[in-house]
């Protein structure tokens, strides 16, 4: 039976600012060190034991399943990195302060741009300092200027089914070490979840969610492994 574990990297320090990420490149704080570890830790108590990984090319998910697999004594496991588990792209709303941006811009609206399934932020502009067109790790990649929870689904499912899931149908039991929005896209693909639904799924940082899943990838069982 396939399982796929997700784990969201522990706390940033844009997190700890209430700061919209997206893109640019911030660290786990030592509390999100903490919870990387504790994640691999309870990984290896609850027996779960990932023969193949994935993750952004983010620092702060990186990082947390480089913690993760250190505390479970897997740091040889074979990774394979790539953009399109990067977290969403929040556009102009980057860098800056979410109560702030509600003071200037009303609860409501900054609500559309956090909650809104298909309603991006407004685009980054070209001067920004929080541009990544220019960051080596996205050569030859178009960096977006901004996008929505459906932009997300739309770049990471792809992926999904041509590098993931059929690692996952020969057997490998695979563990995803990605975002807030990138996991939310992978959550409501493999759980059906609506897309008014998916909206106000929160998914916290460092903690696994285990899926059980039958030979064509049908959930069978979602939970964190915390509870278990």
Request: with cysteine.
């Amino acid at each position: 039976m396939p399982q796929l574990i997700l784990l969201r990297h522990g706390q940033s320090q844009w997190n700890l600012e209430n700061r919209f990420t997206g893109w640019w490149d911030v660290d786990v704080t030592d509390k999100g060190v903490q919870e990387a570890r504790e994640a691999g830790r309870l990984m290896k108590e609850k027996g779960i034991h990932p023969e193949l990984c994935f993750t952004s090319l983010q620092t702060r998910a990186i990082k947390t399943l480089n913690l993760a697999l250190e505390e479970m004594d897997r740091l040889w496991l074979p990774v394979e990195k790539n953009y399109r588990l990067n977290e969403r792209h929040y556009g102009g709303l980057t860098g800056l302060n979410k109560q702030e941006t509600r003071e200037k811009h009303g609860d409501e609206q900054v609500h559309i741009w956090r909650r809104s399934f298909d309603t991006p932020p407004p685009p980054m502009a070209a001067d920004s300092e929080y541009q990544m067109t220019t960051d080596p790790r996205y050569a030859g990649i178009e960096v977006p200027a901004t996008e929505s929870l459906k932009d997300t689904i739309a770049r990471v499912l792809p992926y999904w089914k041509s590098r993931i899931a059929p690692e996952l149908q020969n057997g490998k039991r695979v563990l995803i070490s990605a975002h807030g929005n990138s996991l939310r896209a992978l959550v409501k693909h493999l759980s059906g979840i609506s897309d008014d639904e998916i909206t106000g799924l929160e998914i916290p940082t460092g903690q696994p969610i285990i899926y059980e899943l039958d030979d064509s990838l049908k959930e069978i069982e979602r939970y964190y492994l915390s509870e278990k």
